[in-house]
């Protein structure tokens, strides 16, 4: 007798992968992109000091440096795009401790 002519086990019926709903992933980039315009507002060495990932350092120092309107929304959605592939999670924990100190040196800039 082959392993062809076995009866074949009845397999349990597998549950379809529940995705997030369209609306969800849009919320879910969003949130990720205005994380991304936070960080744009941070100076070179602020930045610097967050340990980010190198591609998304990159990223916001060469937005920073545009002057196109244009140019600098799309920026922001590469930035966006590239925090997708990243967890966002140690970053928003490291912003969240230099709150303060960063809030402080605000203060102190004439406006």
Known sequence: MSES??????EEPQEPEERPSRSARKRSAEALQRLGERLLR??????????LPPRLLEALLETQRL????????GRQYIGRIMREIDPAPIERALSEHAPDLRARDAKIPR
């Open 5 to 10: 002519d076995l009866p074949d086990e009845p």
């Open 42 to 51: 941070l100076r070179t060495t602020q930045l610097e000091r967050l340990e």
């Open 67 to 74: 002057r196109s309107r244009p140019a600098i929304a799309r």
